[in-house]
């Protein structure tokens, strides 16, 4: 569904993904895994349009989208969660949903919110609750849930667990499995290997933006130690 071809891009002229090259199977979880400022997030930031490409192409369901506006990404079926969720505060959690469909007819819209209550029943109860009164967890699945109302086929999502409790952790994961059941096409940025493990079909290893290593999720999870030694882990004494 997605292929990076030699991705270069960066900030102005600082360059911090070198030359990546990325295929993302439809109806797969791709992980992309690395320590931090190893180029992760703004990998995902480029695919979605608000890091400049300094070179190389993205190719999105056999089309170059490597200079359309974000807008037409979310148009062609590219939605993010991004890292810290970036949720709307002051709005309520009903809000904040249908401003995540603004892009789909507004005769979507309670057909849309519905499906995203049936993914996260707990949202149900607070629709009238102001986002920014909600707990860490909660909001991580109003933002799951915003992504969804533009009724994408492929979610970049920014560290899915961070700062969750672990019971918020596997309710998140139940959803994106049932979303992949569905037919979605996920790249997940995610800070727990052992978690992302679980649920890839495909593992990217960077470092300093470049890659280091990419095979199967199965190879990743035969070969554990050697993740943990190109993401750092065994040095600094992490599980």
């Not at 190879?219 to 030694?229: E, F, H, P, Q, T």
Request: proline share 4%.
């Amino acid at each position: 569904m997605l292929r990076l071809e030699s991705l270069n891009c960066g900030y102005g002229e600082m360059m911090v993904v070198h030359a990546l090259t990325l295929n993302v199977p439809d109806g797969e979880i791709t992980a992309l895994l690395g320590a931090n400022g190893a180029g992760k997030s703004s990998t995902i930031l480029c695919i979605a349009g608000h890091v400049a490409v300094l070179g190389g192409r993205i190719i999105y369901k056999e089309k170059d989208i490597t200079h359309a506006t974000p807008m037409e990404r979310v148009a062609a079926g590219i939605a993010v969660v991004p890292e810290g969720r970036r949720l709307f505060p002051s709005l309520t959690v009903e809000e904040n949903l249908i401003v995540g469909g603004y892009s789909q007819p507004r005769d979507f819209t309670r057909e849309d919110i519905d499906r995203v209550l049936a993914l996260f029943p707990r949202l149900g109860e607070r629709l009238g609750q102001i986002a920014g009164s909600l707990s860490g967890g909660e909001q991580q699945m109003l933002s799951i849930g915003r992504a969804m109302m533009s009724r994408p086929e492929m979610l970049l999502i920014d560290e899915l667990s961070l700062g969750l409790m672990p019971k918020i952790i596997d309710i998140c994961y139940e959803a994106i499995t049932e979303l992949k059941r569905k037919g979605l096409t996920i790249l997940l940025i995610e800070q727990s290997t052992q978690r992302a493990l679980e649920v890839a079909d495909r593992v990217c290893v960077l470092e300093s933006g470049k890659v280091v290593w990419k095979d199967t999720a199965e190879k990743a999870r035969d070969n554990a130690g050697l993740i943990d030694s190109l993401l750092g882990l065994q040095e600094k004494g992490m599980p």
